[in-house]
């Protein structure tokens, strides 16, 4: 079982940053990718990026360039700097957690089995 926590979410007016933060725990294993994914209502659940046990990184194609997915070990927590932010970024954001062992970074919502409660973050135009 792995338990995810989210927190970092907000309000900010478009052109801002923001930082969430995923506080993982519980037995994760070696082989592990960890991803941001976004929602909006009446619409369907969107990869934002993930990073798995070996480094490799992989993004949606509309934050490229504009958010970054990162791990902080020594903290057991997993981070999303989000610059450049856009009205369209406005989504309720979830941290998630899939045993992973292929060799490409998923990004599909249905191959993370663990899921934090999700964290809002607003921007405004």
Known sequence: QVQLVESGGGSVQAGGSLKLSCAVSGNAG???CLGWFRQTPGKEREGVAAICSDGNLNYGDSVKGRFTISRDNSKNSLVLQMNNLKPEDTAMYYCAAAHWSAGYVPLAPGLFVYWG????VTVSS
């Open 30 to 32: 070696t082989n592990i």
């Open 117 to 120: 409660q999700g964290t809002q």
